[in-house]
Protein backbone atom coordinates (compact mmCIF):
# COMPACT_ATOMS: atom_id res chain seq x y z
CA UNK A 1 0.00 0.00 0.00
CA UNK A 2 1.74 3.07 -1.21
CA UNK A 3 -0.73 5.54 0.70
CA UNK A 4 -1.20 8.01 -1.90
CA UNK A 5 2.15 9.92 -3.46
CA UNK A 6 3.66 7.94 -5.58
CA UNK A 7 5.77 10.93 -7.41
CA UNK A 8 6.82 11.36 -3.82
CA UNK A 9 10.81 10.92 -4.07
CA UNK A 10 10.95 9.01 -0.85
CA UNK A 11 8.64 6.97 -2.03
CA UNK A 12 10.21 5.92 -5.16
CA UNK A 13 13.79 5.61 -3.20
CA UNK A 14 11.35 3.08 -0.74
CA UNK A 15 10.17 0.98 -4.00
CA UNK A 16 13.60 0.71 -5.34
CA UNK A 17 14.88 -0.28 -1.80
CA UNK A 18 12.04 -2.88 -1.42
CA UNK A 19 12.57 -4.05 -4.98
CA UNK A 20 16.75 -4.54 -5.00
CA UNK A 21 16.83 -6.31 -1.26
CA UNK A 22 14.01 -8.56 -1.59
CA UNK A 23 15.05 -9.67 -5.55
CA UNK A 24 11.43 -9.01 -6.65
CA UNK A 25 10.23 -10.47 -10.11
CA UNK A 26 6.95 -8.53 -9.72
CA UNK A 27 5.71 -5.92 -7.54
CA UNK A 28 1.48 -4.60 -7.31
CA UNK A 29 1.49 -0.83 -5.78
CA UNK A 30 -2.15 -0.06 -4.16
CA UNK A 31 -3.18 3.54 -3.53
CA UNK A 32 -1.12 4.55 -6.15
CA UNK A 33 -3.67 7.90 -6.58
CA UNK A 34 -1.99 9.12 -9.90
CA UNK A 35 -3.58 10.15 -13.07
CA UNK A 36 -2.96 7.96 -15.90
CA UNK A 37 -0.79 10.23 -18.27
CA UNK A 38 1.42 10.55 -15.20
CA UNK A 39 1.44 6.83 -14.63
CA UNK A 40 2.63 6.26 -18.22
CA UNK A 41 4.94 9.10 -19.09
CA UNK A 42 6.47 9.98 -16.18
CA UNK A 43 6.52 7.29 -13.86
CA UNK A 44 9.25 4.72 -14.51
CA UNK A 45 11.59 1.88 -12.49
CA UNK A 46 14.42 1.07 -14.53
CA UNK A 47 13.90 -2.79 -15.31
CA UNK A 48 10.06 -2.83 -15.01
CA UNK A 49 7.49 -3.11 -17.03
CA UNK A 50 4.32 -1.00 -15.72
CA UNK A 51 0.60 -2.57 -16.20
CA UNK A 52 -2.47 -0.80 -15.49
CA UNK A 53 -6.34 -1.23 -14.81
CA UNK A 54 -8.80 -0.86 -17.75
CA UNK A 55 -10.33 2.91 -16.87
CA UNK A 56 -11.19 6.10 -18.63
CA UNK A 57 -8.48 8.15 -19.71
CA UNK A 58 -9.28 11.02 -17.12
CA UNK A 59 -9.60 8.64 -14.32
CA UNK A 60 -6.90 8.83 -11.63
CA UNK A 61 -4.90 5.11 -11.10
CA UNK A 62 -5.63 2.95 -7.73
CA UNK A 63 -3.05 0.46 -8.30
CA UNK A 64 -0.38 -0.73 -10.86
CA UNK A 65 2.23 -3.49 -11.59
CA UNK A 66 5.94 -3.41 -11.93
CA UNK A 67 7.27 -6.80 -13.93
CA UNK A 68 10.73 -7.24 -14.44
CA UNK A 69 11.21 -6.85 -18.11
CA UNK A 70 12.89 -10.55 -18.52
CA UNK A 71 9.63 -11.86 -17.89
CA UNK A 72 7.26 -12.81 -20.63
CA UNK A 73 4.38 -11.19 -19.53
CA UNK A 74 0.92 -10.87 -21.25
CA UNK A 75 -1.96 -8.72 -19.58
CA UNK A 76 -5.23 -9.95 -19.99
CA UNK A 77 -7.63 -6.58 -21.05
CA UNK A 78 -10.52 -8.91 -21.73
CA UNK A 79 -10.66 -10.32 -17.99
CA UNK A 80 -10.14 -7.32 -16.49
CA UNK A 81 -13.37 -4.84 -16.19
CA UNK A 82 -13.53 -1.15 -16.99
CA UNK A 83 -13.40 1.14 -15.11
CA UNK A 84 -12.32 -1.05 -11.62
CA UNK A 85 -8.97 -1.24 -9.93
CA UNK A 86 -8.46 -4.90 -11.05
CA UNK A 87 -5.01 -6.42 -13.19
CA UNK A 88 -4.71 -9.48 -14.62
CA UNK A 89 -1.42 -10.96 -15.50
CA UNK A 90 -0.05 -14.35 -17.05
CA UNK A 91 3.16 -15.03 -16.67
CA UNK A 92 4.91 -17.83 -18.43
CA UNK A 93 8.49 -18.63 -16.79
CA UNK A 94 11.29 -20.44 -18.16
CA UNK A 95 9.78 -24.22 -18.04
CA UNK A 96 7.14 -22.55 -19.95
CA UNK A 97 4.96 -22.94 -16.84
CA UNK A 98 1.79 -20.08 -16.75
CA UNK A 99 0.77 -18.34 -14.25
CA UNK A 100 -2.60 -16.18 -13.54
CA UNK A 101 -1.93 -13.83 -11.49
CA UNK A 102 -4.54 -11.09 -10.26
CA UNK A 103 -4.67 -7.45 -8.31
CA UNK A 104 -8.00 -6.20 -7.07
CA UNK A 105 -7.65 -2.70 -5.16
CA UNK A 106 -11.16 -2.88 -3.30
CA UNK A 107 -12.16 0.74 -2.88
CA UNK A 108 -13.62 1.82 0.26
CA UNK A 109 -16.50 4.62 -0.69
CA UNK A 110 -20.00 4.42 -0.27
CA UNK A 111 -21.93 3.25 -2.95
CA UNK A 112 -25.54 3.59 -3.59
CA UNK A 113 -27.65 0.32 -3.90
CA UNK A 114 -27.59 0.45 -7.89
CA UNK A 115 -23.73 0.23 -8.28
CA UNK A 116 -23.36 -2.16 -4.86
CA UNK A 117 -25.36 -4.32 -7.46
CA UNK A 118 -23.60 -4.15 -10.47
CA UNK A 119 -20.33 -5.10 -8.69
CA UNK A 120 -18.69 -8.45 -8.58
CA UNK A 121 -18.49 -10.23 -5.93
CA UNK A 122 -16.03 -13.43 -5.36
CA UNK A 123 -17.37 -15.59 -2.00
Do not use: C
Not at 31 to 43: P, S
Not at 78 to 104: A, G, S
Amino acid sequence: NIGRGLLNSNKEVQILDIMSSNNLDILFLNETDIEIDIAKDIFHIQGYKKFFPNHDKKSVIRNLALIKENLKVVQHQKLQIDDVPFIVILIVNRNQQKFLIINWYREWEKQDHEKQQNTIRIS
